[in-house]
C-alpha cells in the first residue's frame, strides 16, 4: 500500500503533496490521487509555506530538513518531494500508521 504512495527513485524517496497552506493545524489530512495532502500553518507568500511543509516532513519523518527537495511544484499546491538516502523501509512507524489509517478511510469510501 506505501508503495501506491512512496517510490523509490533518484537515490530517495519520491512523493506527491498536495499542500493546504493557512490551515488552523499541521499535520497529514488525507490521501488525495496517490498522494499525502497536508496542512501546514503557514501563508503561501514569500517561500513560507514550502518551507512549513520542509519542516513538518523533517519532522514527521525524523530527518534532517537538509535532505528534503521539492522536485516540482515550488510555486504549486501540488508538489513532487524527495528525501534523499531515503527507502520505503525506512519510513517512520507513526507516517506508516497514518497512510494505513487514512488508505482504510479511502478504502471504506470507495
Do not use: C
Request: proline share 4%; charged share 25%; aromatic share 6%.
Amino acid at each position: 500500500m506505501l508503495n501506491k504512495i512512496f517510490e523509490n527513485r533518484n537515490g530517495g524517496l519520491e512523493f506527491l503533496v498536495y499542500l493546504t497552506p493557512g490551515a488552523s493545524r499541521e499535520e497529514i489530512i488525507g490521501i488525495v490521487q496517490g498522494g499525502l495532502k497536508i496542512a501546514v500553518h503557514a501563508k503561501p507568500t514569500d517561500n513560507q509555506a514550502n518551507r512549513a511543509l520542509i519542516a513538518f516532513i523533517s519532522s514527521a519523518f525524523r530527518i534532517a530538513p537538509s535532505r528534503i527537495a521539492i522536485r516540482r511544484g515550488q510555486k504549486s499546491r501540488t508538489k513532487t518531494l524527495l528525501i534523499e538516502g531515503l527507502d520505503i523501509d525506512d519510513i517512520p512507524d507513526n507516517v506508516r500508521d497514518t497512510v494505513t489509517k487514512f488508505k482504510g478511510i479511502q478504502n471504506r469510501l470507495l
